[in-house]
């Protein structure tokens, strides 16, 4: 599976993107059976979980410093992850990137995700 994420960008604090993320497999292989999630890297800093949704999109989860902020979504049938930043701070600025999980839960340890996309800049300016 290939996962190539776009949207992101430079905004002003307090501002909003909308970072989007499609997969594609060989042979027909859809991301449709498995949960995803977006982690963020910073520069010098460890990749930490961001948000994480079920494959059937009725679970979610959210780290307590985007709690509020973003949203995750899904359509599986473009096989596309959705990720809504509102509400932008400083603090954000990081390389997002998307993830799927190797099963249909979601979860936020790294270790429960088996493939990576190439990862897309979000810089919030103060």
């Known amino acids: 599976v290939q996962l190539q994420a776009s949207g992101g960008g430079l905004v002003q604090a307090g501002g909003s993107l909308r970072l989007s993320c499609a997969a594609a497999?060989?042979?027909?292989?859809?991301?449709?059976?498995?949960?995803m999630g977006w982690f963020r890297q910073a520069p010098g800093e460890e990749r930490e979980f961001v948000s994480a949704?079920?494959?059937?999109?009725?679970?979610?989860l959210y780290s307590d410093s985007v709690k509020g902020r973003f949203t995750i979504s899904r359509d599986n049938a473009k096989n596309t992850v959705y990720l809504q930043l509102t509400s932008l701070k400083s603090e954000d600025t990081a390389a997002y990137y998307c993830?799927?999980?190797?099963?249909?839960?979601?979860?936020?340890?790294?270790?429960?995700?088996?493939?990576w996309g190439q990862g897309t800049q979000v810089t919030v300016s103060s």
């Open positions: 949704i079920a494959w059937r999109g009725g679970g979610t």
């Open positions: 993830t799927a999980a190797r099963s249909s839960l979601p979860s936020t340890s790294r270790s429960s995700y088996a493939y």
């Open positions: 497999g060989a042979s027909g292989r859809t991301i449709s059976n498995n949960a």
